[in-house]
């Protein structure tokens, strides 16, 4: 590999006028700069960045921790945090936990290890007791789709609670009495919350949310785990006539699982998730769902994160909200003269 000293050689300068340039160019004499620049460009010279942040005690990298990147609410979400790191300078490193606190942990770990400047996460548990230690060791961190109840760190999320409530009364309103909630891990709080907005939707209006919900914990949240629900779904004590499911990509499971057998949607089965995902208006029968500002979360969230790290001693911490949407799609009302499929 070209080194700085070759560079030094062939340009018939100090070591210290090559920093120069690579650092703080104005202060190079242009002739100077000029020849310096044209035996980086014919050595092939790459400047080894993370040695020089180590050096500089700065990094230019942003963190984002995610559940599932399969996930393409996660990958819209992304793109939000992608845009602004770009607009600013950084460069983002991707981490899928999983829905696992082990996974998590480990990459906690190694991003600290690489000196990295913020961390966006979505948190696999409702325990922040590592993301508050790294926060006190000067690493900036912002949570993404997920508030901060502690009010210790930034966060960006959607009104979960709400969105449980919208998806429930929809149903309501469509008359189903008897509905199963399929959902990941409860220990994730997105999916306790969705589950507390069903609850309290029912209260209000003036039912028993034991006679009406059917739990289905679906372990993971991906389509698998939604078709391997089904089965539980149809052989449950009492029978659901529509199906709440915490995400989209459990909802596509639990459709294909339905369709497989038989079930039309929404006559026999009516079906919601959330996140509406860039698929659920493409499906056939096209999914309802909960709209979250996927892409606004992971700008905003960045945002955040940014000014923290620029104005550490005057940055208060902010905590964003944003309201939840219902969108109606044929997998739970069927228009005049519409059909399903």
Avoid at 179 to 185: N, R, T
Avoid at 213 to 234: C, H, K, M, P
Avoid at 280 to 305: F, V
């Amino acid at each position: 590999m070209v080194s700085i000293r070759d560079v030094a050689e062939k340009a018939g300068v100090s070591l210290g006028t090559v920093s120069n340039v690579l650092n703080r160019p104005e202060i190079v004499a242009e002739t100077t700069r000029q020849r310096v620049q044209a035996a980086i460009k014919e050595l092939g010279f790459v400047r080894n960045a993370p040695a020089h942040q180590l050096r500089a005690g700065s990094s230019r990298y942003l963190g984002l921790v995610v559940l599932d990147v399969t996930n393409p609410f996660f990958t819209e979400v992304a793109r939000g945090v992608e845009d602004a790191a770009n607009e600013a300078g950084y460069i983002v490193i991707l981490c899928n936990s999983d829905d696992s606190l082990e996974k998590e942990r480990s990459y906690l770990h190694m991003l600290e290890e690489q000196r990295i400047a913020g961390i966006l996460i979505t948190p696999a548990s409702n325990d922040l007791s590592d993301l508050q230690r790294l926060h006190q060791q000067d690493i900036a961190v912002v949570l993404l789709d997920r508030p901060d109840q502690t009010q210790s760190l930034c966060s960006v999320a959607v009104d979960d609670r709400q969105g449980g409530a919208l998806a429930t009364n929809h149903l309501l309103e469509r008359g189903h009495r008897c509905i199963a909630f399929v959902s990941g891990p409860l220990s994730i709080r997105q999916c306790e919350e969705r589950r507390e907005g069903m609850y309290q939707a029912i209260k209000t209006a003036g039912l028993d949310p034991n006679q009406v919900i059917v739990e289905i914990s679906a372990g993971t949240q991906n389509t698998r785990a939604g078709e391997q629900s089904v089965e539980t779904l149809l052989h449950h004590e009492r029978k659901p006539t529509a199906v709440f499911c915490a995400n989209d990509l459990l909802a596509l499971g639990v459709m294909r699982g339905l369709l497989q057998r038989g079930i039309q949607i929404p006559n026999e089965m009516a079906l919601i998730g959330y996140d509406d995902i860039e698929f659920a208006s493409a499906l056939s029968p096209a999914l309802s769902s909960i709209r979250q500002p996927k892409y606004l979360l992971g700008r905003t969230a960045t945002e955040l994160l940014l000014d923290e790290m620029a104005n550490r001693e005057k940055h208060q911490h902010q905590h964003i909200i944003y309201q939840p949407e219902l969108i109606i799609r044929t997998s739970t009302f069927l228009m005049k003269n519409e059909s399903a499929f």
